[in-house]
């Protein structure tokens, strides 16, 4: 069964760092590129890193950028997304998924990565 595993979440106060880590079963990540999405209640899921396959190239949304930082484990079959200086508008449940290429991540078409998660719900409070 293709499958993927988000884990990590959990309460943080702002400024605080949280850990996603996105575990593969069923399939090997090596071929796939992987991105991170949230959705907030009332609002549209976003993307919001991705790691490529080919060359291990990233991206960032520009509301994440300088503070989260995607890398991947092959070995592990594990894809991470470090969350440092949270704030409380990074509150969501977060996502991840994988598609052939990062090309779709930020945009309407998101929805053509495939074997999403059950999801972590990341709650940034004091």
């Known amino acids: 069964q293709v499958q993927l595993v988000e884990s990590g979440g959990g309460l943080v106060q702002p400024g605080g760092s949280l850990r996603l880590s996105c575990a593969a079963s069923?399939?090997?990540?090596?071929?796939?590129?992987i991105g991170w999405f949230r959705q907030a209640p009332g609002k549209e899921r976003e993307g919001v890193s991705c790691i490529s396959s080919s060359d291990g190239s990233t991206y960032y949304a520009d509301s994440v950028k300088g503070r989260f930082t995607i890398s991947r484990d092959n070995a592990k079959n594990t894809v991470y997304l470090q969350m440092n200086s949270l704030k409380p508008e990074d509150t969501a449940v977060y996502y991840c998924?994988?598609?052939?290429?990062?090309?779709?991540?930020?945009?309407?078409?998101?929805?053509?990565?495939?074997?999403w998660g059950q999801g972590t719900q990341v709650t940034v409070s004091s």
């Open positions: 998924a994988a598609d052939s290429s990062c090309t779709y991540y930020s945009g309407s078409y998101s929805y053509l990565f495939g074997s």
């Open positions: 069923g399939f090997t990540l090596d071929y796939y590129a």
